[in-house]
C-alpha cells in the first residue's frame, strides 16, 4: 500500500490554499502530500532587455528550498555565493511551464515574478510549484485588474505539472521521496486541459524504457493533471 492509502494512480491529498502574504499581488500555498511550496507572484512595471519594444510581457520564477525542508538542513545557496545546477533548471521549468499558459501581449509591458519557495519537500516540488504558481499568476493578474492597471485579465489557459515514474516495474502517479528514489524511470509531465503538453522530462534512472511504457505514463499524467486543473478551479473561485 502506498502513503495516504492510494493506488498506483491516486494522488496524494492536494490542497491549494490562497492568500497569506499580504504584500504579494498573488499568493498560493500549495501541498501535495508532505510537499508543501509557498508560491507568491510579484508584479514590475518594466521587462528584460530582450522583450523591451515588443509591447509584450515577461513571466519568470525563481525556486529555492529552506535549508530544513528536508531530512537534514541544507546550507543556504545564498550563502554558497551562487545557486546550483539543479535549482537553475528547476526554475527555468517554472518560467517556461507559466509563460506557455498567458497571452503575453494581453499582459503589457510588465514582468511577472512567481518565487517558489519550498517549506517542505517529499518528492515532486517542481511538479508542485508550477501547479501553485498558475494560480498564484492567476490572482496577481486579477489584482491589477482591480487596481485599474489593467483594463482586463489576459487570456490565461490552466497549466499543471505532475510526476509519474515506474517502480518495481509498475506505472506510478504524483511519487513521494521514497518511492522517487528507488524509481526505474522518472518522469515530469506538465500539461494543459485540452491535453496539450508544455514539457515532459523524462529519464531512466537504471533501465532504458520502452514506447509503450511512455505511453503508459503519459496516459496516467493526463488523467491526474485533470484533477489538478479542477483543483486549481476551485482553488480561483
Known amino acids: 500500500m502506498r502513503a495516504h492509502s492510494r493506488d498506483n ?5 492536494v490542497e491549494l490554499r490562497v492568500g497569506g502574504n499580504k504584500f504579494a499581488e498573488g499568493t498560493c500555498l500549495v501541498e501535495f502530500g508532505d510537499t508543501r511550496v509557498l508560491t507568491t507572484c510579484s508584479v514590475e512595471e ?3 532587455p530582450h522583450v523591451m ?4 510581457g515577461w513571466v519568470t520564477a525563481e ?5 530544513r525542508a528536508t531530512k537534514n538542513r541544507t546550507r543556504r545557496e545564498a550563502a554558497a555565493g551562487k545557486q546550483g545546477g539543479r535549482t537553475l533548471e528547476i526554475q527555468r521549468l517554472i518560467g517556461r511551464s507559466l509563460r506557455a499558459a ?19 519537500a517529499d518528492g515532486g516540488t517542481r511538479t508542485a ?6 494560480v498564484a499568476m492567476v490572482l496577481a493578474l486579477r489584482t491589477l485588474k482591480s487596481r485599474g492597471t489593467l483594463a482586463k485579465v489576459p487570456t490565461v489557459t490552466p497549466v499543471s505539472a505532475i510526476s509519474v515514474g515506474m517502480v ?3 506505472v506510478l502517479v504524483d511519487l513521494d521521496y521514497p518511492e522517487d528514489s528507488s524509481a526505474q524511470v522518472d518522469l515530469n509531465v506538465i500539461g494543459m486541459p485540452d491535453g496539450k503538453l508544455v514539457e515532459v522530462q523524462g529519464t531512466a534512472e537504471r ?3 520502452s514506447r509503450a511504457d511512455l505511453a503508459a505514463m503519459l496516459d496516467a499524467a493526463e488523467t491526474a493533471l485533470l484533477q489538478l486543473f479542477a483543483k486549481q478551479a476551485e482553488a480561483l473561485e
Request: proline content about 8%; overall charge neutral; glycine content about 20%.
Open 9 to 13: 494512480f491516486g494522488l496524494r491529498p
Open 46 to 48: 518594466r521587462v528584460p
Open 53 to 56: 519594444g515588443t509591447g509584450a
Open 63 to 67: 525556486y529555492g528550498m529552506l535549508p
Open 102 to 120: 498567458i497571452d503575453l501581449k494581453g499582459l503589457g509591458p510588465r514582468t511577472l515574478t512567481v518565487d517558489c519557495d519550498v517549506l517542505q
Open 129 to 134: 510549484a508550477i501547479t501553485g504558481g498558475f
Open 168 to 170: 518495481g516495474g509498475e
Open 207 to 209: 533501465h532504458a524504457f
